[in-house]
């Protein structure tokens, strides 16, 4: 480790690795901006906003929330490249004032600060690894049991904390659609809404087979049990892509709501399922107590799988992840976690965890970089 050259300093902090990290910490924040097309976001961004702020936007309406959301989408990557950038420049400043004044504390906070900006320029490097056009915006996550009963749906609850725990972790908000909870524990069933920054591109490659191998609390003899469950995520589909949907091929279903909700919920039928005849898709909602909102929620949902399926034709790898749910068994799983072992493998990227608290408490973050990473370099 470099000591500081002073004698009235004793820090135990590496002098020369931070002037190393902001060091990479520039040469990387040029190479986003460049790969990112900062100048070019930032202008199209002005541009949008004088639009928004002409009277004339107000005649088209759809026009107004198309340019609205694009704003968004654009001010948020401008916006915080800027903040990393300006954060940057002022560590460099204040690593030579806390040098030149011998002042340690000030040192020990700006190698925080540089841990934190060299932690927001990965995650902006990981969006180097987004190729789908959906990539930036919201998703929808299903989380379904295989079979084996009250293990398998134990080990879908787990599996779905596990993605709210990710979710809370990264900002994001979620919004609970269905949940259908199992005959003795867990879930049968469950579906949320994650909204924010690039939701469906870090989420996008957990859909597939998630295999449990462990000790069963639910065997008194504590045999080792491995269960299965089934994820699948697909994207928040923009209202301005058109899919169509025939109405007479719908069969839309209302029955009572199970789980959390109150008294209301097991007394009237504001619970909806719509399934897609066509291609057999099937989608539920039951998180409001308006049955006329839970069938809105629904259709969106609808639109979203249709939209995707049609993409999933022409690619033949993602067709084959959609037809594997039925089969929620052996074979098909794309990570397993063993957990009297506490080891946790991506069967994809070889990526390994020995940490399965983190990891189902939604500490994802290397498990979703590696298989991003891997399919970049497939």
Known sequence: MIAMNMNSISSPIDIGRLRAALADGERALGEIREFLNIAEKTRRLEQVERVL?????????????????????????????????????????????????????????????????????????????????HDPGDCFLTVQAGSGGTEAQDWASMLFRMYLRYAERNDYKTETLEEAGGEVAGLKSAAIKIVGSYAYGHLRLESGIHRLVRKSPFDSNHRRHTSFASVFVFPVVDETIAVEINLAELRIDTYRASGAGGQHVNTTNSAVRITHEPTGIVVQCQNDRSQHKNRAEAMSMLRARLYKHELELHNSEKNKIEQSKDEITWGRQIRSYVLDQSRIKDLRSGYESGNPRAILDGDLEGFIRANLLHQDNA
């Not at 340019?67 to 989408?73: I, P, S, W």
């Not at 654009?74 to 915080?80: K, N, P, S, T």
């Not at 040192?107 to 540089?114: M, R």
């Not at 490097?125 to 789908?132: C, P, Y």
């Open 53 to 133: 702020k002409s009277p004339e936007v107000w005649n088209d309406m759809e026009q107004f929330r198309s340019l609205g959301r694009e704003r968004a989408r654009l001010a948020d990557v401008v916006e915080e490249v800027g903040r990393l950038t300006t954060r940057h420049a002022e560590s460099v400043e204040l690593l030579a004032i806390s040098i030149g004044e011998e002042d340690e504390d000030m040192l020990v906070a700006v190698a925080e600060e540089v841990a934190e900006i060299t932690a927001c320029i990965e995650d902006l490097n990981t969006r180097r690894l987004f190729d789908d056009e």
